[in-house]
C-alpha cells in the first residue's frame, strides 16, 4: 500500500537549478531513510543522496556543493535541491525508502531531468 510519489523534474539550462520532491504516501509509521539514485542511458544506477531519520546525509561524489537533500517528517516527504546544474546530471532520478520493518526498499517510478541548451 506505500508508494513513493516523485515530482519536479523537467528541461533546465546549463548552471540552474531544480528542485525534486517524493513524497511517501499510505499507512506509514516510520521512515527510516529516504534518497535518490539516478540513472542515465548506458551507465549504472549511482546514489545521488541519502538521508537517515536522524539526519545524516550522504551525497555521491559528483553532487557534493552542489546539491542539497532535505526532509519534511509531517509531510513524509524528502528533497532534492539540484543547483549549477551540468549537463552530465542528465538522467531519470530515482526516489528510495527504507519504511517501517520492509525487508525491501520501496522505489518511485522516476522523474525526468535534463540539463541542455
Known amino acids: 500500500q506505500v508508494q513513493l510519489v516523485e515530482s519536479g523534474g523537467g528541461l533546465v539550462q546549463p548552471g540552474g537549478s531544480l528542485r525534486l520532491s517524493c513524497a511517501a504516501e499510505?499507512?506509514?509509521?516510520?521512515?527510516?531513510?529516504m534518497g535518490w539514485y539516478r540513472q542515465a542511458p548506458g551507465k549504472q544506477r549511482e546514489l545521488v543522496a541519502n538521508?537517515?531519520?536522524?539526519?545524516?546525509?550522504t551525497y555521491g561524489e559528483s553532487m557534493q556543493g552542489r546539491f542539497t537533500i532535505s526532509r519534511d517528517n509531517a509531510k513524509k516527504t524528502v528533497y532534492l535541491q539540484m543547483n549549477s546544474l551540468k549537463p552530465e546530471d542528465t538522467a531519470v532520478y530515482y526516489c528510495?525508502?527504507?519504511?517501517?520493518?520492509?525487508?525491501?526498499?520501496?522505489w518511485g517510478r522516476g522523474t525526468q531531468v535534463t540539463v541542455s541548451s
Open positions: 528510495n525508502a527504507w519504511i517501517d520493518d520492509a525487508w525491501y526498499a520501496y
Open positions: 499510505g499507512n506509514i509509521f516510520s521512515i527510516h531513510s
Open positions: 538521508i537517515t531519520s536522524g539526519g545524516t546525509t
